[in-house]
Structures are given as structure tokens and as C-alpha cells.
């Protein structure tokens, strides 16, 4: 019923997004929606966007090395749907990125906001992998994979408070990750992990977290 209530306050369906990449660079999605990979593009389907639910999209970008003060352009492109059947497109969006020592990197201001957005989405990738390789039995890989990340997440969640529970949460995965969880937590990860990325609401009754339902297991 929740999820029928949405459909009054759709704004958009079909909702697409891409990511215009130098031939040099490389981007994946941070996520779990279809990607279409193209050359110079990666596209994102989003399908239908809830009026009162912005939704955040996190792109891993690689850049090539380069020399100092070399720029690379990234474009962003998004298109969809509304409700009447008229078409949306958004204005064309431009990045660039600028190739700097390390030092002189380090010394840019923080946006604490990207940071947090980029830290969430990133987590529930960490989430749903976690429990695709438990419910497989892939426990070593699992253990290496879960250090490596924990290592990287810790370092650029560095100084961000906000960030705290989700570091956590990803050493509780790590201190558990030894031994076959329940399917219903794993499905627990793979959903809270799908509501976040997708922002969408849960209308299912009161139940157990993931994290607690892990916490009685062990």
C-alpha cells in the first residue's frame, strides 16, 4: 500500500543518467541499478524518481597519470520520463579535474556533503558484496576483500564524525565474516543496502536490522 501511495507523488520514470568519460579515464557505478557501458559513456538506469526523494548517484573514477595542471573534462547527462509522457532532459554538466601533486592536493577543503554521499553509497556496496560472498561460501576472499576495503573506507572517512557508524558496521562485517550468516540476514544486507543506494522508504512492519540479526548469531 505504501508503494502504491508513491505513485501521486512520482516525478519522473525512465530516469537515466550518464557519465561522459575521457577515453584516458575509467568509471564504474557505485551501485546496484543496470549500467550500460558505451564508448566515452557510462549510463545508469534509474527508473522512476519519487518526488520528495532525491536520489544520489556515486561514480569511482580513475584518472590516468598525467603532468601537473593537465585537465581532464567529465560531462554529465540526465533524461526521463514524467508523468504526463513529456519528455525531461536536464542541462548538460561539466567536471574537470586537474592533475596536482599530492601535496597540493591534500590542501583542498573538504565537501563534506560529496564526502558522506559518497561514503553511504559505498557502504552498501561493501554490504551487498559481503553477503553475495557469504551466501557463496567465499569466506578468505571474503576476509581480504573486507580488510581492504575497511582500510581505504577508514582513511578517507578520516575526520568525518558523521561517517563513524558506517566504519562500524563494516568492522562488525569483518570481525563476522568467518562463518555462514543467516539468509535472512543476508537478505537484510541486500536490502538495506538497495534502500539507501535507491533511497527508497521500507513499509514492511517493524523487524530486525541486519546488524542486530548478526549480533544474535554470534
Not at 567536471?95 to 557502504?123: C, I, K, S, Y
Request: proline content about 5%; some cysteine.
Amino acid at each position: 500500500m505504501g508503494e502504491l501511495g508513491e505513485i501521486g507523488s512520482l516525478a519522473a520514470q525512465d530516469v537515466s543518467i550518464a557519465l561522459h568519460v575521457p577515453a584516458t579515464a575509467k568509471a564504474v557505478f557505485v551501485g546496484s541499478a543496470p549500467t550500460q557501458v558505451a564508448t566515452g559513456a557510462l549510463s545508469v538506469s534509474l527508473g522512476a524518481l519519487v518526488g520528495d526523494r532525491p536520489r544520489a548517484c556515486v561514480f569511482r573514477v580513475t584518472l590516468p597519470a598525467g603532468k601537473i595542471d593537465e585537465t581532464l573534462l567529465f560531462g554529465l547527462t540526465a533524461r526521463g520520463t514524467a508523468p504526463n509522457g513529456a519528455a525531461l532532459e536536464a542541462r548538460p554538466s561539466e567536471v574537470v579535474f586537474t592533475l596536482v601533486e599530492g601535496a597540493r592536493n591534500n590542501r583542498q577543503p573538504r565537501d563534506e556533503a560529496a564526502t558522506m554521499a559518497v561514503a553511504t553509497a559505498w557502504h552498501a556496496e561493501i554490504l551487498r558484496t559481503s553477503a553475495r560472498m557469504n551466501r557463496a561460501g567465499e569466506r578468505r576472499q571474503a576476509r581480504r576483500y573486507l580488510e581492504r576495503e575497511l582500510h581505504h573506507f577508514e582513511r578517507y572517512c578520516s575526520g568525518l564524525p558523521e561517517a563513524l557508524p558506517l566504519l562500524k558496521e563494516i568492522a562488525t562485517l569483518k570481525q563476522n565474516i568467518d562463518r555462514s550468516w543467516n539468509e535472512r540476514t543476508r537478505k537484510e544486507m541486500e536490502f538495506a543496502a538497495y534502500a539507501v543506494q535507491s533511497n527508497r522508504a521500507d513499509y514492511r512492519s517493524p523487524r530486525k536490522s541486519w546488524l542486530n540479526r548478526l549480533d544474535d548469531e554470534s
